[in-house]
């Protein structure tokens, strides 16, 4: 393997341990900042070591391996005489002794450990902004650019978030906990927020190689589930599954056999999982059972149901669907809900109604550097044989979007619309 390599692989394998080490770290120390900075250390571990002696045979657990080392370590520096904090040492040391390699770390049942990490990251004393924030961070390992980029913000301010978040969990000695009852209750909100902005992470990855990351919408389903029996009755805990059931159900038709992007209206519906479609379709009716149909995760998971429900693309209740965006936007005043319920119009009535709909989101601060504002307009303006302006569009998307992937598929449309540019210029 080349050192390129070899760096590659570090930072693949640690982006899909990170969230193991550190809710084992924060179980331990019952200190999510400090887990997070050993975690890191970790990494910096790895990345001195691996180019020279090679990747090892069980990477996952060589960092588990050196973070509770680090652990160890920075407690005995500390010399904590808390009685707690001497009893967490002197477990540390002696799974030391009894698992000198910490493979067996990899067996740890990481069960309701992320949740509770979720939980704590989610606590009332942090801004709703700053819980999603500081969880992206932790959970999915994505970069302050890339959190600063979901939320449509700018980089700074996100940092700024994450900074005073692992401030306030540090002074505030926060338990690491599943909270029940009243507590549960005024977290559920921003917990449901960081897992639906899991799994969209890992349904379009906003930074890689990959446009997919399954391995993120797999661990926002299972959280998702075990949400929905811990609060029975709350209807958007079912709304969010049902959501995020129907998405995953198309997971397998989204790419080719080489990777590239598939887009909805080109996927072989074939492949979709009907099983997960059954399981949406169940949430969703549970939602609605519970008084839920106006919910923001009920009328997404709405949506999605439109998709699932249509044999193919022609099918679609794409009236429908803009009416719900229409309710969507309703209950939040937001430009990317905007910006699909003019897709939808797009497809009800033309692409000349949903163009309006787009150039009137041109100005919006929001969407400045999304990239999907231009892709959107860009497949308007080709639908219209406006090739040239579409050929731009599309070159301005490509070069606003952060996944290879997407930037490739956004050029190759570019190429396309400047072929039918040149081929409509010579008629």
Known sequence: MTAADIQATILAVWRIEQPRLITSLSRMLRDVPLAEDLTQEALVAALEHWPAGGVPEKPGAWLMAVAKRRALDHLRRARMLVERHGMLAHDLAREQDTMP????????????????????????????????????????????EEIARAFLQAEATIAQRIVRAKRTLSESGLVYET????????????VLEVVYLIFNE?????????????????????????????????????????????????LAARTDAAGEPILLMDQNRAQWDHLQIRRGRLALARARELGGAG???????????????????????????????????????????ELNRAVAIGMAEGPQAALVIVDGLADEPALKSYHLLPSVRGDLLHKLSRFAEAHAAFEAAAALAGNV????????????????AQDHGCR
């Open 101 to 144: 390699d910490l493979d067996s770390a990899l067996d740890d049942d990481i069960g309701d450990e992320l949740l509770r990490l979720i939980f704590t990251a989610c606590h009332p004393l942090l801004s709703r902004e700053a819980r999603a924030a500081l969880a992206l961070r932790m959970i999915c390992g994505l970069t302050t």
């Open 179 to 190: 909270p029940r009852g009243e507590e549960l209750s005024e977290r559920l909100a921003s």
């Open 202 to 250: 890992g349904y379009t990855a906003a930074r890689g190689d990959e446009w997919l990351r399954p391995q993120l919408c797999n661990e926002a389903l299972r959280i998702g589930r075990v949400l929905t029996s811990i609060a029975p009755a709350e209807p958007e805990a079912h709304g969010l599954l049902a959501l995020m059931e129907f998405n995953a159900s198309r």
């Open 295 to 337: 919910g923001f995760y009920v009328l997404q998971a709405a949506i999605a149901a439109c998709h699932a429900e249509a044999d193919t693309s022609d099918a679609t209740d794409w009236r429908r669907i803009a009416a719900l965006y229409g309710d969507l936007a309703a209950l939040l005043d937001s430009p990317v809900i």
């Open 405 to 420: 992937r997407e930037r490739e598929f956004l050029k190759r449309r570019a190429a396309a619309a400047a072929r039918a």
